[in-house]
T-cell receptor, first 115, second 115 residues
Framework: AQKVTQAQTEISVVEKEDVTLDCVYETRDTTYYLFWYKQPPSGELVFLIRRNSFDEQNEISGRYSWNFQKSTSSFNFTITASQVVDSAVYFCALRAYGGYNKLIFGAGTRLAVHP | DTAVSQTPKYLVTQMGNDKSIKCEQNLGHDTMYWYKQDSKKFLKIMFSYNNKELIINETVPNRFSPKSPDKAHLNLHINSLELGDSAVYFC??????????????FGEGSRLTVL
């Protein structure tokens, strides 16, 4: 069975702090995809990143970075120098390679960045 | 132009009524989805259609009936609404049903409140 766990329900930081959102997943598949989505207060779901299981290289995009570690089944997301606009619920998701596009979402982490 | 658009954005109705939510995508994608987000923000797939054909049908009460008149539209009809149906319903689309990317483009959500 596939499962995504985001143990942090809520995180509160002050602007300019760095913050890491944890994501741990379970799957029996040897090949799979991992995703992060952002849901700002306005409610829409915004795609942030996709990572293939066979590519363990970490990725950086501006203030965002992702640390994928297959050995610990984790795909953590770090925001450097957080800003108020980063306040949102962040979802980690898992999808098996092949088969249909069925995303399994974690419960989400609510990030509040205070000025 | 909104890529994935849902109507209505808000829907308040009485228990026992029948209601529909419409979704349209102008991305030229082959596959569309309905996801349900409950009050705890948990996102779960309900249905998926690929080129008007039902390909994913999760354990959903048969009061919920999706309909895809063409590959750009996927509507959700709900009969005999219950209090537990209150949620935000997200429509999404992807280029392929089982493509390598797996990126889903989401609509803004339709918040259904059953009184």
């Amino acid at each position: 069975a596939q499962k995504v766990t985001q143990a942090q329900t809520e995180i509160s930081v002050v602007e300019k702090e760095d913050v890491t959102l944890d994501c741990v997943y379970e799957t029996r598949d040897t090949t799979y995809y991992l995703f992060w989505y952002k849901q700002p207060p306005s409610g829409e779901l915004v795609f942030l990143i996709r990572r293939n299981s066979f590519d363990e290289q970490n990725e950086i995009s501006g203030r965002y970075s992702w640390n994928f570690q297959k050995s610990t089944s984790s795909f953590n997301f770090t925001i450097t120098a957080s800003q108020v606009v980063d306040s949102a619920v962040y979802f980690c998701a898992l999808r098996a390679y092949g088969g249909y596009n069925k995303l399994i979402f974690g419960a989400g982490t609510r990030l509040a960045v205070h000025p | 132009d909104t890529a994935v658009s849902q109507t209505p954005k808000y829907l308040v109705t009485q228990m026992g009524n029948d209601k529909s939510i419409k979704c349209e995508q102008n991305l030229g994608h082959d596959t569309m989805y309905w996801y349900k987000q409950d009050s705890k923000k948990f996102l779960k797939i309900m249905f998926s259609y690929n080129n008007k054909e039902l390909i994913i049908n999760e354990t959903v009460p048969n009061r919920f009936s999706p309909k895809s008149p063409d590959k750009a539209h996927l509507n959700l009809h709900i009969n005999s609404l219950e209090l537990g149906d209150s949620a935000v319903y997200f429509c999404a689309s992807s280029q392929e049903a089982s493509g390598a990317t797996g990126e889903l483009f989401f609509g803004e959500g339709s918040r259904l409140t059953v009184l």
